[in-house]
């Protein structure tokens, strides 16, 4: 089966998920392809790259206003074009998820976690703010009180200002837990964070793309539009099983993780695909000041150092 045989089964799969979250697959066009590259861009530009996945110009139009009404992407008009471009609180999120979704492994752990607790206050939105750090990683180990071993602690502080809450909430970090029975520790872990249903996740997205690798590496790379399309499925669909992941350092995860190994996977084919693919977006894509700008410098540092 050739690459290009292979990318029709991923868009037939894509297309039988349903509900078909058309906004969840913007997203992840501008968080991918977009946001180092300037974060704007003409609305029939985004139309014409989602419709080989079978997506109408309606449901991309509805999806765009909807992320407008939510603050990801503000519109700009230009004589009868549309342009859309990530908004301030779009691009904050982008800047969180960012280093969840491209980086490794973590293996570097001082054994020490970041506790925050939820005091009982009417300015705190308990049940937001449990899902906002949600995003970041973080477990509900108790009534009020979410934990994570290795937080990105900038994103932390910049989602705690963007509901209001910083001033409000205690935050404690290198809390040990040295006098915790490793048992315990285990049963805290495993509450906290569904690593069973992760791995199931994860397995079957190396299920998917490993064929897809196997052609790749042997020179079967196929043309600039395919390179693209395989690329934003990939993402996609890996980006929607690591939001979910806390990205836990390896001392605390099940032996054999097949996270890691999808990680590796997905950067050796997100490399293959990069040449092609950014040639095909700098090629279809505008802006109302002309052409995308390229990418910054840190578009290169995505998966510990693109080529």
């Not at 419709?51 to 990801?72: C, F, Q």
């Not at 977006?281 to 052409?291: A, H, K, V």
């Amino acid at each position: 089966m050739t690459v290009a045989q292979q990318l029709e089964k991923l868009i037939q799969a894509f297309q039988e998920q349903q509900p078909l979250r058309v906004g969840s697959l913007i997203i992840t066009v501008y968080g991918d392809l977009l946001a180092q590259r300037g974060g704007a861009v003409w609305l029939g530009n985004i139309i014409n790259l989602l419709e080989p996945l079978g997506i109408n110009a309606r449901h991309v139009r509805t999806a765009v206003s909807r992320l407008n009404k939510d603050n990801w992407i503000s519109p700009h008009q230009v004589g009868r074009k549309s342009y859309y471009s990530l908004t301030n609180s779009g691009r904050r999120r982008f800047r969180n998820a960012t280093p969840q979704i491209y980086a490794g492994p973590r293996s570097d752990w001082d054994k020490t976690w970041t506790l925050v607790i939820l005091p009982d206050n009417k300015v705190i939105n308990k049940d937001v703010t449990i899902k906002e750090l949600g995003w970041l990683g973080f477990g509900k180990i108790a009534k009020s009180i979410l934990a994570h071993p290795m937080p990105d602690m900038q994103p932390l502080e910049q989602t705690l200002d963007g509901l209001g809450i910083r001033n409000d909430v205690i935050i404690l970090q290198q809390a040990s837990h040295e006098l915790t029975s490793s048992s315990a520790l285990d049963t805290m872990v495993k509450g906290c964070w569904n690593l069973e249903e992760l791995g199931v996740k994860y397995g079957k997205f190396l299920e998917r793309y490993r064929p897809v690798f196997q052609k790749l590496s042997s020179g079967d790379i196929p043309g600039e539009m395919d390179c693209l399309l395989i690329r934003i499925l990939m993402v996609h669909e890996y980006r929607k099983i690591l939001l979910r992941d806390p990205r836990l350092p390896d001392m605390l995860m099940p032996t054999h993780w097949e996270g890691n190994t999808a990680y590796q996977l997905c950067r050796d084919i997100y490399q293959l695909l990069l040449s092609k693919s950014e040639n095909c977006l700098s090629n279809m894509m505008e802006t109302e000041e002309g052409s995308l700008p390229s990418p910054d410098k840190e578009f290169f540092q995505r998966f510990s150092g693109l080529l």
